[in-house]
């Protein structure tokens, strides 16, 4: 069983930065792929940022960038680094992995953390 747990989130002025953390725990950490999605209100969840085991990393244009993942074996954790927040980040971000490609609706998720951005 694999287990997520995101932190970090919180309130934050448009062009501010925030970093998410995520501890996953579980044998696969250092051999899956890593990422992170968000769900912002009425809208569907979508993945924002991606990282192989070997560190290949990839972005959704709308945060391409501005967001950077990056992971840390040794803590079993990968991050979210997000500067330069609009409004329009606002959402609920969750960790996820699982066997490649990672998608919404399939491997492992987080119960996720609020990041909210004020104009």
């Known amino acids: 069983q694999v287990q997520l747990v995101e932190s970090g989130g919180g309130l934050v002025q448009a062009g501010g930065s925030l970093t998410l953390s995520c501890v996953a725990s579980g044998s696969i950490f250092s051999i899956n792929p890593m990422g992170w999605g968000r769900q912002a209100p009425g809208k569907e969840r979508e993945l924002v940022a991606t990282?192989?085991?070997?560190?290949?990393?990839g972005y959704a244009d709308s945060v391409k960038g501005r967001f950077t993942i990056v992971r840390d074996n040794s803590k079993n954790t990968v991050y979210l680094q997000m500067n330069s927040l609009k409004p329009e980040d606002t959402a609920v971000y969750y960790c996820?992995?699982?066997?490649?490609?990672?998608?919404?609706?399939?491997?492992?998720w987080g119960q996720g953390t609020q990041v909210t951005v004020s104009s």
């Open positions: 990282i192989s085991s070997g560190g290949y990393r």
């Open positions: 996820t992995t699982g066997r490649p490609p990672l998608r919404v609706g399939a491997g492992y």
